[in-house]
């Protein structure tokens, strides 16, 4: 189980797998984890965004019989979350004259499924207070199809221009009961 910080170690832990592997076949390209309305500030070059937009509670953790829970402490089950990112690509002076962008959400978008779970041992690096023994479950990284419709009404939120984007889900991530 683990505590708190574990969402912000699941989006180190994407982070770094997304830098690890564009930067293999694309140097230079900055991976970030900002607001979309922030991602470009200050830089013009190849660029994937990883933003965090939604955190859900998972329907099977939730309906948990708490006799059941996997939980170290009797009473309430772990908060149990699905994590929902939006990817948006961003190519070197804005795609003129190559469409960058595209090169690098397929590159991202391919590493991400080749690699569709994330081990303890790549969330607990020991950087943000957790570590491969306190978190104990495996995490699914799953493409999350959005209709047009969908898509534009996330855009429309951040109040900024659309750009090329795809959305994950990460489940499930848990977060131990502190009483």
Request: aromatic share 6%; net charge negative; with cysteine.
């Amino acid at each position: 189980m683990t505590t708190s910080p574990a969402i912000a170690a699941v989006t180190a832990a994407l982070r770094h797998l997304l830098d690890e592997g564009l930067n293999a076949d694309l140097p230079g390209t900055k991976v970030t984890t900002r607001p979309p309305d922030k991602a470009r500030d200050n830089f013009t070059g190849n660029q994937v965004n990883l933003f965090l937009y939604q955190a859900l509670p998972n329907a099977a953790w939730r309906n948990l019989d708490p006799r059941q829970a996997r939980s170290e402490r009797p009473g309430q089950p772990p908060l149990a979350l699905n994590l929902c990112y939006l990817l948006s690509a961003y190519g070197q002076n804005d795609d003129d004259p190559d469409p960058a962008s595209h090169r690098l959400l397929g590159e991202a978008m391919r590493i991400l499924h080749e690699h569709p779970v994330l081990e303890p041992r790549e969330i607990g690096d020991g950087s943000l207070g957790i570590d491969e023994h306190e978190h104990a479950e495996r995490v699914r990284i799953a493409l999350r199809p959005l209709s047009v419709e969908e898509m534009s009404k996330l855009w429309t939120i951040f109040q900024t221009p659309y750009r090329l984007s795809v959305a994950y889900e990460v489940s499930v991530v848990l977060i131990e009961n502190t009483t």
